[in-house]
């Protein structure tokens, strides 16, 4: 651009004058030693100098004596070189009060004349200044929040590119196997909720403390409760200026809540512990009690037709007859004693039906049996599949039947002398059916045995007193009950395999309606 250029013919000297004269922006001419030659209005309402008090003086009557040396000098060696300067310095008004003045100044040669004179123009940045300090506050202040917050942090862009962490992040980062645990969570939530994830994503909606559980090889597993939300930033492109140009990041917050889940936990399974040894009392003591009622029914049917044979025989004698007599006391007694047992017998357990995971069943017993099995020594082999679906039935009852199944193998194992001492579970769905495979390295249940060990109160092992050989003839109807099949596997050698296995809840639900229940 040249001189010409930016002096257009058409606009003339006054113009110019009246241009300066009525600037918003202050403005003041100086000579070479930056004593003032001219102010323009703006300068004096900005500084509160009038004209006539400052024309004369220095330039650095307006410093506020706090700005470093070396910005001075940095300024005039650009001006001494011929150049432009342009910064921020610290000034004082008339009044005494500092501003923040953004100045550039520029050396100002006139054709013909030797001597320099400089242009000053400032405005006041004091504002501007102040909110962009408040800004870097702020920033630091969230910083510094988010550093030490106690929760995993991290912002997401649109392409799930991490733009912020916080150091519990990282710790998540180096504690968990995955690659960036943010889209392991991200994925998680999206199995867990389904539409209902597609949908928040969709419309921005936050998905608020959602817990989710985290298995580490080998170490404890992890619980996190996951918050996700969006943060709309504004764009400072100038494109941007008049349009409403945003970009979306995403906000996840994972709060650990790994300690208070392994007490729930803990209390839970110690609750389970209690209502299942009290189910299994309860259902030992009625198979006791029935066992006893049907011993006693046959001696007492027999007292009952002596009786009734007597009674014939005396005929009209029958009410002085002291056998009759004898007979009826006897039959009346042992009725009598059945009604008893009859009375004593537990009520059966209230069922609760609903939709249950054979693996989370599985999971319980072996975290139940845990203890017993480290002190046997037994290794356990759990396989669980990876998608089971789910069977019709009662929890609590289940959890029954495999610790049955469970407290056998490792009865059978825990002998003197054997050494072999593994468990297997494997569950896998086999068409409509859900199986469940428990394989142990035990003796095995000879081959004239695999029908009569189902028997109520038969049993391999000496009597100890309570209810010896109750257990597979409870686990036996038990499965029954599900409409489910247990069996011995036959041809299975080196230990014992049973398999169990159940109608998917789909199959159990097309049997219900076939059935007209
Ligand atoms: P000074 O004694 O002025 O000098 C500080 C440093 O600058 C020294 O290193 C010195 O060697 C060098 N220096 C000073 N004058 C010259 C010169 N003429 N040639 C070469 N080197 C020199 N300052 C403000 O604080 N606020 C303003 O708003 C402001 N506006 C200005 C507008 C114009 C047009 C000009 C030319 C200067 C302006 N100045 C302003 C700078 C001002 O002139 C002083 O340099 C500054 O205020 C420092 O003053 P001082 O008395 O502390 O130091």
Request: with cysteine; proline share 5%; glycine share 8%.
């Amino acid at each position: 651009m040249t001189d010409q250029a930016t002096t257009p013919s058409d606009c003339s000297e006054s113009v110019f004058h009246y241009a300066v004269q009525q600037s918003a922006i202050a403005i003041s001419i100086t000579d070479a030693n930056a004593r003032i030659l001219y102010v323009n209005p703006a300068f004096c309402a900005i500084t509160g100098y009038p004209a006539a008090e400052v024309v004369g003086q220095r330039q650095s009557l307006l410093s506020y004596k706090s700005t470093p040396r070396d910005v001075y000098q940095r300024m005039w060696a650009s001006l001494t070189a011929g150049r432009a300067w342009t910064g921020r310095l610290l000034n004082r008004r008339r009044d005494g009060s500092p501003y923040v003045a953004e100045l550039t100044v520029t050396p100002i040669r006139s054709p013909g004349e030797d001597a320099v004179h400089y242009l000053g123009m400032h405005w006041d940045a004091t504002e501007e200044h102040r909110l962009a300090q408040q800004l870097g506050n702020h920033r630091q202040l969230i910083e510094s929040v988010i550093s030490v917050a106690p929760v995993a942090v991290v912002l997401l862009d649109g392409e799930g590119r991490v733009v912020l962490d916080n150091p519990a992040y990282r710790r998540v980062v180096a504690e968990m196997a995955v690659a960036e645990p943010a889209h392991a969570v991200m994925s998680a939530l999206r199995d867990n909720l389904g539409e209902a994830f597609d949908h928040a994503v969709g419309h921005r909606r936050a998905i608020l403390n959602q817990e989710l559980r985290f298995d580490r090889g080998g170490g404890e597993p992890r619980w996190y409760s996951c918050s996700l939300s969006w943060f709309e930033e504004q764009s400072t492109s100038p494109d941007a200026f008049y349009e409403d140009a945003s970009r979306d990041y995403l906000l996840l917050v994972m709060h650990d809540i790994s300690a208070s889940k392994r007490q729930q936990e803990a209390l839970r399974l110690a609750a389970m512990r209690a209502m299942l040894s009290e189910g299994e009392l309860n259902q030992s003591l009625r198979e006791a009690l029935s066992g006893a009622v049907f011993q006693l029914q046959g001696p007492v049917n027999l007292i009952a037709a002596a009786a009734g044979l007597q009674r014939r025989r005396a005929g009209a004698a029958a009410v002085a007859d002291p056998l009759v007599k004898a007979l009826a006391d006897a039959q009346r007694a042992g009725e009598e004693a059945i009604a008893t047992l009859q009375a004593a017998m537990p009520p059966e357990p209230v069922q609760s039906v609903g939709p249950v995971n054979l693996n989370e069943v599985l999971r319980d017993v072996l975290m139940l049996e845990t203890d017993s099995m480290l002190a046997a020594g037994i290794t356990v082999d759990w396989r669980p599949a990876h998608v089971l679906p789910s069977i019709q039935g009662d929890a609590t009852a289940l959890r029954t039947l495999f610790r049955v199944l469970v407290t056998n193998a490792v009865e059978a194992m825990n002998v003197r002398g054997w050494t072999e001492r593994s468990l297997a579970i494997v569950t896998a769905p086999h068409g409509s059916q859900v199986e469940v495979e428990l394989t142990d390295s035990g003796p095995g249940i000879p081959e004239a045995l695999r029908l009569k060990v189902f028997e109520p109160f038969f049993s391999t092992k000496p009597g100890k007193g309570g209810a010896r050989g109750v257990g597979l003839s409870l686990a036996q109807e038990i499965v029954s009950r599900h409409r489910g099949v247990l069996e011995v596997d036959a041809h299975h050698a080196g230990g014992c395999r049973l398999r169990v296995s159940f109608p998917g809840a789909r199959a159990a639900a097309a049997a219900l309606a076939r059935e007209g229940r």
